[in-house]
């Protein structure tokens, strides 16, 4: 799994409130990710990370802001969640020589 | 952009029965691809990928997948199932970014 992990495993939280999801890796990786998971939709792209503090948005990045300082942290906020933001979120960090992705454990996240 | 179909949303498959789940692509060149898969409440697990080469890939568990450029495919197969097998698999392509784009998942039934 590449030393990938996520914080808070679970969060509940009220509409309109910010919330920022924490994934951290231990591998060194260049490229990190963040996605949702719905039922129905697969896995999509909210945004990723080519290097720190270079970032670029995927299919599903309204609402969904990023921040990568370090290497190792990628981190997702929601600056004013919404209902539609209930999700299971997960991170992942690929390799460039295998364009493998190595995804953490996941965030599920209760926005009400 | 490169995109993947999984036709099927669920499969149904009596234990130690052959399994085939259908991944349909769509890109002009040689996609890269994957096979992961997510048992309930956990992250996601590669089990196959292919790149270039023979296009018959082994995998982890027993499995294999079949890229077919004629038919633009990548079947995962498994010869006899078992009930641990029981989970959501997923086929994906790498995209821009190195980022993967999922298909919706087929959530796979073992029965006795």
């Known amino acids: 799994d590449a030393g990938i992990t996520q914080s808070p495993r679970h969060k509940v939280t009220e509409t309109g409130t910010p919330v920022t999801l924490r994934c951290h890796q231990t591998?060194?990786?260049?490229?990190m990710y963040w996605y949702r998971q719905d039922p129905g939709h697969g896995l999509r792209l909210i945004h990723y990370s080519y290097g720190v503090k270079d970032t670029d948005k995927g299919e599903v990045s309204d609402g969904y802001s990023v921040s990568r300082s370090k290497t190792e942290d990628f981190l997702l906020t929601l600056e004013s969640a919404t209902s539609s933001q209930t999700s299971v979120y997960f991170c992942?960090?690929?390799?460039?020589?295998?364009?493998?992705?190595?995804f953490g454990p996941g965030t599920r996240l209760t926005v009400t | 952009a490169q995109s993947v179909t999984q036709p099927d949303i669920h499969i149904t498959v009596s234990e130690g029965a052959s399994l085939e789940l259908r991944c349909n692509y769509s890109?002009?060149?040689?996609?890269?691809l994957f096979w992961y898969v997510q048992s309930p409440g956990q992250g996601l697990q590669l089990l196959l990928k292919y790149f270039s080469g023979d296009t018959l890939v082994q995998g982890i568990k027993g499995f294999e997948a079949e890229f077919k450029r004629s038919q633009s495919s990548f079947n995962l197969r498994k010869p006899s199932v078992h009930w641990s097998d029981a989970a959501e698999y997923f086929c994906a392509v790498v995209t821009s970014g190195y980022a993967l784009n999922f298909g919706k998942g087929t959530s796979l039934l073992v029965t006795p």
């Open positions: 890109y002009g060149a040689t996609p890269y």
């Open positions: 591998e060194n990786h260049r490229y």
């Open positions: 992942a960090a690929g390799s460039l020589q295998t364009y493998e992705q190595y």
